[in-house]
């Protein structure tokens, strides 16, 4: 079989938009760096696959992330196409002042519900990293480009263990109240469950910020990330992060490995008779593609099964 078998279910949304990350979240966490063109090409297929919101690329430090350092040249390399979106990482103005004259649509910022990880992916502390953020959202927005936020470690970090929901919360609304139209919520090292999930939109919705505004980006180390959307999609989210192959994870934070790959969201949502606008013979050509470029095997169980042809 190609394609599931389409079930709807009741309470669930009919239509996903699916942001794929591949191309930064993944890329940013090879050993090697991927050469641009090959990045661009990457870039390229995803679009012929029906993705129309691609996370390209990461303006930040090249000596904290070396593999994303071609952002600008990167930029000038993809297509770009009427209704298609490529939303870079931002942390700082440094990094806007490159996105922008890149000629970036959109940006993200990327915060810390705690204050481990916020010191070791951005040398800050979490009243720091969003004091960081304030010049940058407001820049972006008064540039015309809209911006969203992630916020990592929301159900677990590997230096503190268990992560209060009130804690996120607090930190998710100071990242919204930047002006951000949309909060990701990261499970950076994939340990979250769907009571937690469901826990913890319960509890940004007792704090007025309702699934409209809230996606969610869940990493797959510990093989929950489908039983979790289901889960966000039941409390209303439609806006799903994921990686093409399975790709991706954070160079600073242990243990965190890729992401829900894209192929099998698309096999669940599918199955649902949830639509997307993904070709999923396509995607699945492009990992399998992507994976020869790597020169390792793709973690996606769909592109495994698949791919042989
Ligand atoms: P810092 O060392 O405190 O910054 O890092 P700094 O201002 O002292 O700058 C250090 C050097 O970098 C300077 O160069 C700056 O000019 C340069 P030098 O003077 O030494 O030659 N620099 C830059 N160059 C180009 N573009 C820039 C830029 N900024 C500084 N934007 C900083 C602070 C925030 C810059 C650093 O910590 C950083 O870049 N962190 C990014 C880490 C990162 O990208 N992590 C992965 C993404 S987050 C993630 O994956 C999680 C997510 O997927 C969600 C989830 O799964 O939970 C989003
Ligand atoms: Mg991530």
């Avoid at 990045?39 to 993705?51: M, P």
């Avoid at 407001?138 to 936020?149: F, Y």
Wanted: include cysteine; aromatic fraction near 6%.
């Amino acid at each position: 079989m190609r394609a599931p078998q389409p079930f709807p279910a009741d309470g669930l949304p009919a239509n996903v938009t699916i942001y794929e990350v591949g191309p930064r979240d993944g890329l940013q966490n090879e050993a090697a760096t991927v050469p641009t063109v090959v990045k661009a090409e990457f870039i390229r297929r995803l679009l012929d696959a029906g993705l129309r919101v691609v996370e390209a690329t990461s303006f930040v430090s090249p000596k904290w992330v070396p593999q994303l350092a071609d952002a600008d040249e990167l930029l000038a390399a993809i297509p770009r196409t009427e209704g298609v979106r490529y939303p870079v990482l931002v942390p700082n103005e440094r990094g806007l002042d490159r996105a922008l004259a890149a000629g970036v649509d959109e940006i993200a910022i990327f915060g810390s519900a705690t204050e481990t990880f916020a010191r070791r992916n951005l040398n800050r502390t979490v009243d720091e990293s969003v004091a960081m953020f304030a010049p940058v959202a407001a820049r972006a927005r008064d540039a015309g480009v809209p911006v969203r936020a992630y916020l990592s470690m929301c159900f677990g970090d590997p230096w503190e263990g268990p992560v209060a929901v009130g804690q996120v919360v607090d930190v998710g609304r100071r990242l919204l109240d930047l002006g951000c139209y949309e909060l990701s919520l990261g499970d950076t090292i994939g340990t979250g469950t769907p009571g937690h999930v469901a826990a913890l939109l319960e509890a940004f919705g007792a704090a007025g910020v309702g699934p409209d505004r809230l996606a969610v980006h869940f990493h797959d180390t510990y093989g929950q990330a489908l039983a979790n959307t289901v889960v966000a999609l039941r409390c209303g989210v439609t806006v799903v992060d994921a990686s093409a192959g399975g790709l991706g994870g954070c160079p600073y934070a242990r243990s965190a490995t890729g992401n829900l790959a894209t192929e099998d969201l698309v096999w669940l949502l599918h199955g649902l008779g949830i639509v997307t606008g993904v070709d999923l013979d396509r995607l699945v050509a492009t990992s399998a593609w992507m994976a020869e470029q790597l020169g390792r095997p793709t973690t996606s169980r769909v592109v495994q099964v698949l791919a042989g042809g």
